[in-house]
T-cell receptor, first 109, second 112 residues
């Protein structure tokens, strides 16, 4: 059974800092891994999708990496802004999408 | 257009009521999903439809009844719910079972 863990559970940083969110999974037989953002009471916004054959994906200030053999992914956010404050969820697709518990990010101005 | 539309946004119902949640997408996606999310928890998969056929039911109680009338629409029929069923219900779609998922804004359900 696929299990997904995200570290840290919460993170508070001053504006402008670069930061890394971590995701680990137990079963390396995956189709892809997806990072989402969720604002309070809202739906999930897809940030990046990494296929199992890829090592990284970039979108603007976001960069996600995937090391399938070690069961790890990281989401790197450059030059963080207060608008980046949200919950970030990692989800692994191995037949079905399994979510981690999320990292609550607060960027202070 | 990467939009998944869910209605209603909010629903309050009694334990004896019958109601439905609706989800629509026009991206040509052939896989559609229902997720349930409790406060401060990640989404939990309930049902998956692939090419309008139910492919995954995560042992969801029968008081939740999904329906996929066509490739663009997904319904979740609710009957005799319990207060613990109160949650945010999220619909998602993807081009295929292994594709990128796009979520709607959710329907906030309160069962009294």
């Amino acid at each position: 059974k696929q299990e997904v863990t995200q570290i840290p559970a919460a993170l508070s940083v001053p504006e402008g800092e670069n930061l890394v969110l971590n995701c680990s999974f137990t079963d390396s037989a995956i189709y892809n891994l997806q990072w989402f953002r969720q604002d309070p009471g809202k739906g999930l916004t897809s940030l990046l999708l990494i296929q199992s054959s890829q090592r990284e994906q970039t979108s603007g200030r976001l960069n996600a990496s995937l090391d399938k053999s070690s069961g790890r992914s990281t989401l790197y956010i450059a030059a963080s802004q207060p608008g980046d404050s949200a919950t970030y969820l990692c989800a692994v697709n191995s037949h079905k999408l399994v979510f981690g518990a999320g990292t609550i990010l607060r960027v202070k101005s | 257009d990467t939009e998944v539309t869910q209605t209603p946004k909010h629903l309050v119902m009694g334990m004896t009521n019958k109601k439905s949640l609706k989800c629509e997408q026009h991206m040509g996606h052939r896989a559609m999903y229902w997720y349930k999310q409790k406060a401060k928890k990640p989404p939990e998969l309930m049902f998956v439809y692939s090419y309008e056929k139910l492919s995954i039911n995560e042992s969801v109680p029968s008081r939740f009844s999904p329906e996929c009338p066509n490739s663009s629409l997904l319904n979740l029929h609710l009957h005799a719910l319990q207060p613990e069923d109160s949650a945010l219900y999220l619909c998602a779609s993807s081009l295929s079972n292994t594709g990128e998922l796009f979520f709607g804004e959710g329907s906030r359900l309160t069962v009294l």
